[in-house]
């Protein structure tokens, strides 16, 4: 069992942050309105990735500024090991309960 525990919003950015090397937050806010069919605030995502990076699952740099930001460098989130290692382990727990949902309650539409 993990010692972490995770809401679903976290999880879910956590997840998008592990697709790639490094997200920075307008590009994990599309990711997530791709997916989820839901729009998400930058700042609800910034909320999200500081709590991630406090828990040590995400880890974040600043890039280097640039003219089109006017001078301000872009912050980059990256997923470290244990990010990922908890984000296999809530993968696996939520096979494994589906797994115990009965097929008949997907035949009749009860799911």
Excluded: C, D
């Excluded at 909320?47 to 991630?52: A, E, M």
């Excluded at 880890?59 to 001078?71: A, N, V």
């Excluded at 912050?75 to 382990?89: C, D, L, M, S, V």
């Amino acid at each position: 069992m993990s010692e972490y525990s995770l809401g679903s919003l976290e999880e879910t950015i956590l997840v998008i942050v592990l697709m790639k090397e490094e997200s920075y937050g307008v590009e994990i806010a599309k990711v997530y309105e791709n997916h989820v069919k839901q729009s998400i605030s930058l700042p609800a995502i910034h909320i999200v990735l500081k709590r991630l990076e406090k828990k040590g699952l995400v880890k974040s740099s600043f890039g280097e500024p640039t003219p089109e930001r006017g001078g301000k460098r872009k912050k980059y989130y990256q997923g470290t090991p244990a990010g990922y290692r908890i984000a296999q382990e809530l993968q696996q727990r939520r096979s494994e309960m589906w797994s115990l949902v009965p097929k008949t309650s997907l035949q009749y539409g009860l799911i």
